[in-house]
């Protein structure tokens, strides 16, 4: 009898771990990626990509209906993925990864996680700023942190820099989010790798001491916010105003169309950009296709598509821009590494934490 | 040797520092009922549970009908040991009928000797009628009877009561009482019973054992 | 004499249930530990910063939150599950069910539903800007506050509380509230004299859950800007790149936990009772009258509103702007995506959960106890720093199980087990294993263990008694179970993002695609899909529920 009971204690033990194998193995199946080494059998490329458009998704289906060469998407927060990256080291499947962000970009070459791109259609397309000095990640859009005004309240000729939003003149009426925002993060350091930290940590006290209300909400929230008559002025991304103007709510459409952009720092320092950049994995197995996938990246088609979809400004020159952004005409940028983004990160973190910018 | 015996038994509950029971002897012959007397916290309770083997002890030794089930390096698990068990408050199974109830612990019969032994369970307690109850549809002195049938119904080689009469109205006990015997009686069982009433003792029991804390 | 003991209970442990519980344990455990291990690092120079400007202020600002959350909880939760078990009134039996639907909305969705509709583009404001002509101040309008937080959370989350209570105060409190009735107490009186005592171990089993998905969420927090313990760990991990410091951050988030734990122990520890018979007759509601029943009608109406019917109608109203963008085929795939995960997972859980309750509750031994709260620690952990646990684990089994990889012939590839669902649906037991297993530990706590010796002394073993006795008896908690993993696995994020395997979406990625985006009008109809199928679970669950009391 002892015996019979003992069997029975682990026949539930074994089934219960059969289900585990059994569903797991099912499960995981249908979705492995790439039998595909890149031998003879289905050509892919796998992505790991922290950018989570709509549009991103469209250029892969198109790529794949151009090559025959499929796609494969992991999603994920570019930190995290860089993580995973870092942590799978020499049997990783991914092939590319994708992220807004120079410093994150940076971060990733840094961790020792891409190597060089070596494509001559890529070099001519995309502008020499616009990519890692040693190519390990190519740029494929670019955004600009500018200064948003009520149409209303606010004359252009007001308007002028960055520096000139931490003044006096514009206390109570700054609108800005968190500075858990990596847009803020990479604004700042863009400031200290210009002026150095001391100046970079006054603007920031300014700012702070000029917001008409604790940070909150996303950059879309800021221009609401001028429209409600909660400040007068934001900082925010450039293709929020795009999405604003064409929403599907007519009431964001409003809202889109009584604010104004601003470029600030024409003359002094330039508009603050970011980078949306693809690198290459260091151990990617399917290297040509990815490679491949870059160039199609970069190319007049896929960029326009990408600028008339999101309001992002292209890096290739040839896309077609939608007219909202052929309205603001030409700017100056920051001509900064966008290196500095990632190596002054912390510093620019330790100073929203000193200053109080929640 | 007796049919049951109980040598030197110790017990204490985890993180008790008295101990409930130490070395505690006690033995009975077949067909033998014996009463257990004491006031609560005694340990009367625990001394059932411990034969039952829900519980385990520090040291020492129980035999029942000559098998050893708590030994030396000796655990033998509830279910085999060949113990009835009327619990206080019954514990009949709420999902289940009576008739359910009662052949819960017939698994190892065939379907036809399971059918059989009910039907003399039924007659020996004498609730025929009752098999498709609920068990909260029962009064309490049916309710007991189920329980009884339910732990006689195995054939076990000794029967343990604690306080079966503790839920039962006083003109009810009397009569229960004299039933019960009877029942035993014609089963010819050997039982250990646990109470504080001197009656159930006079009415039911061969013999008497008292319990002190700690002895 | 203790040697003698400890041999038995050694050779005991080869019972398979006994085996199974310390197998399921450890493998939950080892990401727990990789993560705690990190405590005795040495912390580095990013350490000092992190002390001075972030952690007073964010574990403040953490404790108020969920100080803030738990009262709120508590109060409508049990108010509520009192209501609807001892009285009828108008629409009774709706509101029965219908105040769990709560549950079917994620916190970040409502969040960003709330926070737009309240907007200056929303309804609520074009209402009054159009209809009546007013320009109000922002500030009454501010949702993206730290009130406005308690109130998102409060709202979706005190179904835990209202579920847990409600169940017991209908099975078991018949007997209690029936004497205090006698007794002459007043409602008021009964409801703080006894039902608030008796139901503490309800309540305490609501709350933490609530406790911990506060402490653990992200979505709500970051978009509202409101600086937390787990802003904390993620600015270190995305801002400072320092993830050594985040999840040392975690490891002390985890210690705290495991010290609510013990004092989570403490105070259901000395109030373990079962009922005394095995008559538990279910509580038998009063009818009301006139003003009170139009009170208490009124008042779950309120609550129903607030925390289901509004943002489902501001959805649906969204989702008629956007559907035709939005909508295609993929939607189905990403559907059979999100069930057949979470069911496989939700299966999981429930049987682990259930073994290890089970060889808990039977041997009441310190390993036992301690194990059984460990395993359950998962639920207060910030996805993303469970996911790198997990992922950690993974990629290392497959770097030792490579030599297999070849020998079965799949060539040079490398990750297996770390690029397959098995990751990801590990991740999610880890996660949610407290959900499953708070009900069923109460399930069994409310059973206690006399059927279960009844049956082993009739000969029955501890697996058929498991099955034949256990399993029937605490059907409606394995039941509740399911019902809160299926539907937490739901909506889950962070762990889905990071840990799926290549090209896998579930609708809760698809919202966050969308929403992450602040494109809140395309994630209506993912949002609304995820609503819809927390919405059939937990509407088969009530019928089962009744079916069961009805017999």
Known sequence: MGKKRMISGWLVAVLAAGLLAGCGSQAGEGTAPAEDQGTNKEQAVNVYTARHYESDDKLFEMFTAKTGIKVNVVKGKAEELIERLKREGESTEADLFITVDGGVLNTAKEAGVLQPIQSEAVDQRVPKQLRDKDNQWVGISTRARVIVYSKERVKPEQLSTYEDLATDKWKGKVLVRSSTSLYNQSLLASFIELGGEQQAEEWAKGIVSNMARKPEGADRDQAKAIVAGVGDVAIMNTYYVGLLVNSKDPEEVKVGESIGVFFPNQQTTGTHINVSGVGLTKHSKNKENAVKLIEFLTDKEAQTLLTQANYEFPVNAEADMPELLKSWGEFKAQEIDFAALGTHNKKALEIFNKVGWK | MNFFEIRDLSFRYQNAKEWTMQNFNLSISQGQIVGVLGRSGSGKSTLLRLIAGLEEPAGGTITIAGVAVVGQQKFVEPEERGVGMVFQDYALFPHITVSQNIVFGLHRLSRAERAKRLDEMLELVQLRGYERRYPHELSGGQQQRVALARALAPKPAILLMDEPFSNLDADLKGKIRQELKEILNRAKMTCIFVTHDNEDVDAICDRVVYMEAGG | ?551
């Open chain 3, 1 to 551: 004499m203790y040697r003698q003991t400890f041999r038995r209970s050694f050779a005991r442990i080869r019972n398979g249930w006994v085996a199974l519980s310390l197998l399921g344990v450890a493998a939950v455990l080892l990401p727990n530990l990789y993560i705690l291990l990190n405590l005795f690092h040495q912390p580095n120079e990013n350490w000092q910063h992190i002390r001075e400007y972030m952690l007073k202020d964010y574990v403040l600002q953490s404790l108020w939150l969920v100080l803030c959350t738990g009262i709120c909880t508590v109060l409508i939760g049990v108010t509520l599950a009192w209501l609807v078990s001892a009285y009828d009134f108008p629409l009774k039996r709706f509101f029965r069910w219908a105040l769990i639907l709560p549950l079917a909305i994620p916190p970040y969705i409502a969040a960003y539903t709330y926070s737009t509709m309240f907007s200056y583009t929303g309804a609520i404001q074009k209402f009054f800007r159009y209809q009546l002509g007013m320009t109000v101040d922002q500030k009454y309008f501010d949702v993206m506050s730290v009130k406005g937080a308690v109130f998102i959370f409060t709202m979706f989350l005190f179904p835990y509380v209202y579920l847990i209570t409600k169940a017991f105060l209908e099975r078991q409190s018949a007997a209690y509230i029936e004497s205090a009735r006698l007794l002459g107490k007043n409602s008021l009186q009964i409801f703080f004299q006894v039902v608030l005592p008796i139901s503490r171990s309800a309540i305490i089993g609501g709350v933490s859950l609530v406790v911990f998905e506060v402490l653990s969420d992200y979505g709500v927090t970051s978009y509202f800007g409101i600086p937390t313990f787990s802003t904390a760990i993620f600015q270190t991990w995305f801002g400072m790149y320092d993830l050594d410091s985040a999840v040392r951050l975690a490891a002390l988030l985890m210690t705290g936990i495991i010290g609510l734990f013990l004092l989570e122990k403490l105070l259901r520890s000395r109030v373990k009772f079962h009922s005394s018979t095995s008559k538990t007759r279910p509580l038998k509601p009063i009818k009301l009258g006139g003003l009170s029943a139009a009170a208490a009608f009124l008042f779950c109406l309120a609550i129903f509103s607030c925390a289901f019917l509004i943002p489902f109608v501001q959805l649906v109203a969204w989702a008629k702007l956007s559907y035709q963008d939005v909508v295609n085929r993929t939607f189905i795939q990403l559907t059979f995506n999100t069930l057949s995960v979470a069911v496989i997972a939700t299966v999981v859980i429930v049987v682990l959960a259930a073994v290890v309750a089970n060889v808990s509750r039977i041997r009441e031994s310190f390993f036992s106890e301690v194990a059984a709260k460990l395993i359950a620690m998962g639920y207060s952990i910030p996805g993303a720093v469970i996911a790198i646990g997990v992922l950690s684990v993974f990629i290392s089994l497959d770097q030792q199980l490579s030599g297999l990889y070849s020998l079965l012939g799949w060539g040079e590839k490398k990750l297996v087990l770390s690029l397959s669902l098995v990751m990801l649906v590990f991740a999610y037991v880890i996660r949610f294993l407290a959900v499953g297993f708070n009900p069923i530990e109460a399930g069994f706590e409310k059973v206690g263990k006399q059927y279960y010796e009844a049956s082993r002394m009739l000969g029955l073993g501890m697996t058929r008694t498991f099955f034949r006795v256990d399993l029937p008896m605490i059907r409606g908690a394995v039941l509740s179970a399911s019902i809160l993993a299926f539907v937490e696995i739901t909506k889950e994020l962070p762990l889905t993002l990071l840990l799926r395997p290549f090209n896998f979406e579930t609708l809760a990625t698809k919202t966050y695609q969308y929403a992450n985006d602040e494109q809140i009008i395309e994630a209506s109809i993912p949002s609304l899909l995820i609503i819809g199928i927390s919405m059939i679970s937990v509407l088969l669950f009530h019928r089962v529920g009744e079916e069961k009391q009805e017999r």
